[in-house]
Nanobody, 119 residues
């Protein structure tokens, strides 16, 4: 059974960097052909795909967030990490990590973690 768990601070100050980690169990993040993804949902809005890191280590970003986003991984810990720079209150959201297949099926999700950007 594949499980994903987000972790990180629930409160970030404006202009700082939001950093979240997704710990994966039941599967290796280097296994072909999966993509490990970050998604968020601001209050009252829909889901927004932020980016992904592939089994190969290649990264992909939402163009609207690319200048502020970095996704990396630690294969020894089977974790991948999201960094979002220069946050504003508009970055307040529930952040999810998930696994996508090459066929863009998203069949495993973390439970999500609330991040609030506020001074």
């Amino acid at each position: 059974q594949v499980q994903l768990q987000e972790s990180g601070p629930g409160l970030v100050k404006p202009s700082q960097t939001l950093s979240l980690t997704c710990t994966v169990s039941g599967a290796s993040i280097t296994t072909n052909y999966y993509y490990w993804t970050w998604i968020r949902q601001p209050p009252g809005k829909g889901l927004e795909w932020m980016g992904a890191i592939a089994y190969s280590g290649s990264t992909y970003y939402n163009p609207s967030l690319k200048s502020r986003t970095s996704i990396s991984r630690d294969t020894s810990k089977n974790q991948f990490t999201l960094q979002l720079n220069s946050v504003t209150p508009e970055d307040t959201a529930v952040y999810y990590c998930a696994r996508d297949t090459e066929l863009q099926e998203r069949n495993y999700w973390g439970k999500g973690t609330q991040v609030t950007v506020s001074s």
